[in-house]
């Protein structure tokens, strides 16, 4: 029979790390085929402004969640309505 020992036992805890979990983009050519495909216009199309936005957000980071919400965001917000894409 098993009895409850004494001396407190202190379990290793490692944090969970969510992002780790995501999906990620294997490259930048695959999330910006993701994002063309998201403002369903070639990127080529797109003002240097808003080339370059998308060349920031996918040189930080791949997360296929963090890229698309950042590219929404950025044209939903866009203040001249002839170069919207969305």
């Keep these: 029979m098993l009895t409850p020992s004494a001396v407190p036992v202190e379990l290793p805890r490692l944090p969970f790390d969510a992002e780790a979990h995501e999906y990620h983009f294997p490259n930048v050519i695959a999330a ?3 994002v063309a495909n ?12 808003d080339q370059a936005f998308i060349q920031q957000v996918v040189s ?3 997360i296929r969640r963090v890229v698309l919400e950042r590219v929404r965001s950025y044209f939903r917000n866009k ?3 002839d170069e919207h894409a969305g």
């Design 32 to 34: 910006k085929l993701a």
């Design 38 to 49: 998201e403002l369903a216009l070639p990127l080529a199309k797109l003002s240097e402004e």
């Design 60 to 62: 930080e980071t791949l």
């Design 79 to 81: 203040k001249t309505g």
